[in-house]
Every structure is written in C-alpha cells, then in structure tokens.
C-alpha cells in the first residue's frame, strides 16, 4: 500500500514519532494533519531525559539484546535532523560510574566503541543528548513551516479518507489490533535546581543524572505494567538516594518530579510499519529509546508511505514478527 501525495495522512500523536513523522512526510510534499488532545509536551516525549545512547543504552539495558547497530544508525540520522530544525546536541558524551566497571568497560570494548577508563568511571563520547522540551518546540515549528496542520483532538476511528498513522505512544488501544500487545512502562524523573556543573552525563546502576542548563535531570524508574502519572513520594525518595550516591554533590538541592508513560513491545523494539488494519500504519512501543530511534522511525514510515524500501531494520521493526502472538484485541 502506497500514498498518493495529494492525499492527507492523518498523524495520531505529537510526540518525538509522530512530530518526526509529520516533518518528514511534509518534506515529501504531502499533505499531513497531526492530532493530539494532550498539551504541548504532556506526554513521555516532554518528560524524558533526552539521552541519544546507544552504547550505554545497550550495555546497561537488561532487555537489550542485539540492537547496537540498530541504535547507532539511529543516533547516525540525529545531526542532520537537528541542523534541520536548527536545534545543537550535547556531544560531550557519558560515563558509567559503580559496581559493574569492569564488566561495563569490557562490554563497550566488545562492541568496538572508542572508550576509555578514567579512575572509576567509564568514558565514551559517543552517546550524545538533546533538550526534550527544546527539540519538541523546534519539531512543531519546522513541522508547521513544512506544511503540517497541527490540530488539538483526539483520533478515535479511521479518517474517512487517506491514511492513518499511530503514534499513540501507550495510549490508541482500539485503534488497530496491535496496539494491545504494547505494556505501559511509568517512569519517574526528577529535575533538580541548581548546583555545581556535574560534568557529561554520568550512568550509575538503575540511575543516571543529565546536566542541564537550570541543573540537572535524575532518571528513571522503571515501572512495568503501571500506567497511571501520579507521583508517588516513595519512587522519588529512591532516585534522589540513587543520584546521591552516584554524585553527592547534588544532595539537598531542590527536585520537582515529573512521570511519563513509556509503551513497549514484547521484544522491546517499536512496531514500524503495515497494521493487519487497512490504512494505518503503526509506529509505536519505542519503550526508553523513543528520542533516539525518532529520525529512523520516521525514516521507515515515510518509506512505507512512498512505496519504497524502508531500509535495513525493517523486519526488526515490523508488526508481523509478533504475528503469532495473542493481541488482546
Ligand atoms: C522518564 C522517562 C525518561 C526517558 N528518557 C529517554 C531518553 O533519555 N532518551 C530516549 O530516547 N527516550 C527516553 N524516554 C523514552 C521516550 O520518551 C519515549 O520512548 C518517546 O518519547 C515515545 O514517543 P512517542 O511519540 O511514541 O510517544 P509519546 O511521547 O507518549 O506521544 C504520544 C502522543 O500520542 C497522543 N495520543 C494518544 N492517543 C491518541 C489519540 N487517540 N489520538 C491522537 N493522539 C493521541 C498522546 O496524547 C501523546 O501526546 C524516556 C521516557 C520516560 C518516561
């Protein structure tokens, strides 16, 4: 299945998928419509850390499994991206500081990453970071300038004509059958006021701290299965401890916790293509990548629009791999 140019693809969702998405299809020349009830930035999209990592991503992240030069190519399509809408990425790297070092810098060796020991902490320039709320505010723009009509409402069934694609993040159940093989993740995250300059990025186990020009961001919780965004005082209790320990420096500085809702496939990897629903597309279940994977999704569906090949990864990312699995739905 194709897209004419003339005809109007409807975006469900106005987070880093569908913003990229819109931006892409717009540049295609079609005529793209984006709706999403939320405010500006109320979603996982606002709230995340920003990190663009593949190599931490994939050597601290216990689900991960061969997904390194999935997340490369990713983080690869990011400068282009952020040249375009005119926004700078932070590529003064991360590192890893606690009880795994050894471990954690024998893993980054394997993956043939330029890395390197200092002290006690583990150092690799090549995972980078964006602003969230910043990349967001530039998106929207260079989407609008490209063409895309940005509308306030929800999408609740099929447009009646042209096509459809979900970028509901962990929301749009009912929209197509796959949706409901997607788990909601919570996350906690703090934003801390203030405070000494903390230096690049600095990954501990379970926790990271972000620096951040009104201070520093904390994440993030991971909590399978939860799908409320209320703050619970005990989560954040638990990161402030984590990032204490990880840099005392920011102990006592004042924190404002935010949530968000992640949503992920079984194999953790999105769902990016051809819905068993005629005229939709899907891309969804970016889980904790979602900033990072965004410029390749959007490269896929804008392929998949277009009738051409949408590249190396897509039988990673299609739908149908889950083919023989219960929806739910
Ligand atoms: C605490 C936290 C920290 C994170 N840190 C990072 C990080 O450092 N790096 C990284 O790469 N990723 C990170 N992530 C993950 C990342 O935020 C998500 O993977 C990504 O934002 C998901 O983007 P999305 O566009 O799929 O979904 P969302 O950002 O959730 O957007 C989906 C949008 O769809 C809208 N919507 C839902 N239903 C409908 C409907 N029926 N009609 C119209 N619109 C609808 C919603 O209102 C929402 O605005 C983090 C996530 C969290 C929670």
């Known amino acids: 299945m194709t897209s004419k140019s003339s005809e109007q693809v409807t975006v469900a969702g106005a987070g880093a998928f569908g913003l990229c998405i819109a931006l892409a299809l717009a540049r295609r020349g079609l005529s793209v419509v984006v709706r999403d009830p939320a405010s500006f930035g ?30 490369m190519a990713a983080r690869d399509l990011w400068p282009a991206l952020a040249d375009s809408i005119g926004i700078d990425l932070d590529r003064s790297g991360a590192a890893y500081y606690g009880a795994h070092i050894g471990k954690v810098a024998a893993r980054l060796r394997a993956l043939g990453v330029s890395s390197g020991i200092y002290g006690d902490r583990v150092y690799t320039r090549e995972d980078w970071r964006l602003s969230p709320g910043v990349a967001m505010a530039a998106l929207r723009v260079a989407a609008v300038q490209a063409g895309v009509t940005l509308a306030t409402s929800e999408v609740n069934s099929l447009p009646d004509s042209g096509l459809l694609i979900l ?14 093989l997607l788990t909601p993740i919570k996350g906690h995250i703090l934003r801390l006021e203030g405070g000494p300059d903390i230096g690049p990025v600095m990954r501990g186990d379970g926790v990271y701290v972000c620096p951040d020009p009104a201070g520093a961001v904390v994440g993030a919780t991971m909590e399978h299965g939860v ?103």
Do not use: C, H, I, Q
């Open 167 to 180: 970028a509901t993040g962990a929301e749009g159940a009912g929209l197509a059958p796959e949706l409901g």
């Open 42 to 71: 109320d979603n996982a999209s606002g709230v995340a850390a920003g990190m663009l990592a593949p190599v931490f991503e994939t050597a601290l992240d216990p689900a991960a499994t061969d997904t390194f030069g999935l997340l």
């Open 227 to 329: 799908a409320d965004r209320m703050v619970d005082a005990a989560r954040v209790a638990g990161l402030r401890l984590a990032a204490e320990a990880l840099l005392p420096e920011l102990a006592d500085l004042k924190a404002t916790a935010f949530t968000g809702v992640r949503a992920a496939t079984p194999d953790g990897l999105p769902m990016v293509g051809w819905s068993r629903r005629p005229g939709v597309l899907l891309a969804v279940g970016a889980r904790r990548n979602g900033w990072l994977l965004a410029p390749l999704v959007a490269r896929a569906v804008a392929a998949y629009v277009a009738g051409e090949d949408p590249g190396p990864y897509a039988a990673r990312l299609d739908p149908r791999r889950f083919d023989n699995k219960e929806t739910g739905a």
